[in-house]
């Protein structure tokens, strides 16, 4: 048969093939093409070989003869540069030539089980100015607002003036939780920084590298209970004894000390142990202090610096009794360390702070001494004055905190006449009991003297001193 012969042959048997209509469907490996498709190729172990063509650019017909259809599919095997490359992969005509995607072009999306090969370049959120939000069961719970302000909470758009908003009314905010060991074991902690003291049950805040309790702001001013108001009238049944204090004077007329914190935690257990070994506890008017002086060494000074006349810069030491010394002497039994304010606070500036004190512990404040004076009988009214306080107790105040020569030390506080060293360096008054507070002013901080052979209801002196001066360090609870 010649080859005219076989063509016409052909083309009448596709004729035929087609005698239900030229549209019928057409079946490659199935004699019941489905009726939806115009072509249906059906194999279960052979594919669909496209036409493979070489493309040159995705601007370029060649070598598909012009005109080429829209949407003609090819495969290029060929590989090209410049803005109009072309490398391996399906091709469709749209114009210019546009290549099908595969999951390797994607670089814009992140996958539920990460990306490899992240750079700086790469990112999560939003290039223009428009909120991000987290979305779980349909309803938002996060928010990082356009100018970077996040809320945590349903549907919360935070506060321009917060960084961070946690809103519920249901819920709280749980910081991480560690005992006292942990949190000491804080590599370069950064003031500011926040935990829960699981040891003695209270939050802290970190100063000065340590952990420093937070109060609870009803505790202060015009907020004071019953409890903290101590004695409206009569007596009071203290740790130690009863004493009459001044009849119907409520602590909470200290004007001064109206928006001040006071610690009234009760001591819950005798004794307290330090970095400088175990100090015995009183409680008084539901204050817990040290019945000693501090022996602990400030962790930012753990060498004391050398002694500079007229300048605070942290030194610490023994007393030395010997007439006109400005070295520091030995431990004494009983006896507790002198301070330079900087070291008796660690470092810290703030009110209530640590300090060298016991963890749990921290440095009084003006205000938190006066309770213990307006607890153990003086009056408001001369509780403002500095030097001439008088008491309405049939015992001097400062008899009833003291363990010296006419003194009774009725309320177990036992402060020892040790003396000081001058900030202009000679130790000198050991016929007196001293200690420090945390607040300063200036230059200068409050302290309290009281004179070893006081015969007179006036006494327990309230001043401010040079902070170069070293003085002992009496510590109340958190």
């Known amino acids: 048969m010649n080859k005219r012969i076989k063509y016409i042959f052909l083309f009448l048997l596709l004729l ?15 004699s019941v093409p489905a ?25 370029v017909d060649d070598p598909i003869v012009n005109p080429v259809a829209p949407y003609l599919l090819v495969f290029n095997k060929n590989t090209t540069s410049g803005n109009n490359g072309v490398k391996p992969g399906f091709y469709y005509k749209n114009n210019n030539w546009v290549r099908l995607l595969t999951l390797d072009d994607i670089t814009t999306i992140w996958f539920q089980k990460g990306n490899a090969g992240t750079t700086a370049a790469h990112f999560l959120g939003t290039p223009v100015a428009y909120p991000v939000s987290f979305i779980t069961g349909g309803v938002e719970r996060m928010r990082i607002a356009a100018a970077g302000s996040i809320g945590i909470g349903a549907n919360v758009e935070p506060a321009g003036c917060a960084l961070l908003e946690l809103r519920s009314t249901t819920k709280g905010f749980l910081p991480p939780r560690m005992n006292d060991v942990q949190l000491n074991a804080i590599a370069s902690p950064a003031d500011g920084l926040v935990a829960y003291n699981s040891t003695n049950n209270t939050l802290v ?35 130690l004894t009863t ?38 506890l009183v409680e008084i008017n539901g204050q817990c202090w040290m019945k000693e002086d501090s022996r602990e060494i400030p962790s930012n000074y753990p060498t004391s610096p050398a002694w500079v006349n007229e300048t605070d810069n942290g030194s610490w030491g023994y007393y030395n009794s010997a007439p006109g010394a400005i070295t520091w002497g030995t431990a004494i039994a009983g006896q ?38 307006h607890g153990l009988g003086m009056r408001l009214s001369d509780q403002i004055n500095n030097f001439t306080r008088g008491a309405t107790a049939t015992v001097a105040t400062d008899f009833k905190i003291s363990n010296v020569q006419g003194g009774n030390n009725i309320s177990g506080f036992t402060a020892l006449a040790v003396g000081a060293r001058a900030y202009s360096g000679p130790f000198n008054g050991a016929n007196r009991l001293n200690f420090w507070s945390s607040t300063k002013v200036g230059s200068q901080a409050y302290y309290r003297i ?15 001193t040079n902070c170069a001066g070293a003085l002992p360090l009496r510590c109340v609870k958190d």
């Not at 004493?243 to 004794?271: D, M, Y």
């Not at 660690?346 to 938190?368: I, K, L, M, W, Y």
């Open 243 to 280: 004493v009459t204090h001044f009849s119907g004077e409520s602590f909470a007329g200290n004007t001064l000390c109206a928006s001040k914190h006071i610690s009234v935690s009760g001591c819950g257990g005798a004794t307290v142990t330090g970095t400088g070994g175990t100090y015995n």
């Open 450 to 464: 009281a004179l070893k052979n006081t015969t007179t209801v006036y006494g327990l002196e309230r001043n401010l």
């Open 16 to 30: 035929t093939g087609a005698g239900n209509g030229l549209m019928a469907q057409q079946g490659f490996g199935t």
């Open 35 to 59: 009726v939806t498709a115009v072509v249906d190729m059906t194999a279960n172990h052979k594919g669909m070989l496209l036409p493979r063509v070489q493309l040159t650019a995705t601007n």
């Open 336 to 373: 507790g360390l002198l301070y330079q304010w900087k070291a008796a606070m660690n470092g810290a500036t703030g009110e209530r702070s640590r300090g060298a004190c016991p963890q749990g512990f921290h440095v009084p404040s003006d205000c938190e001494i006066m309770y213990l004076e």
């Open 205 to 239: 805040c970190f100063v000065a590298g340590s952990p420093m309790s937070v109060y609870d702001a009803s505790l202060t001013g015009s907020a004071y209970t019953a409890h903290l108001n101590g004695w409206v009238s009569g007596s009071y049944a203290g740790s």
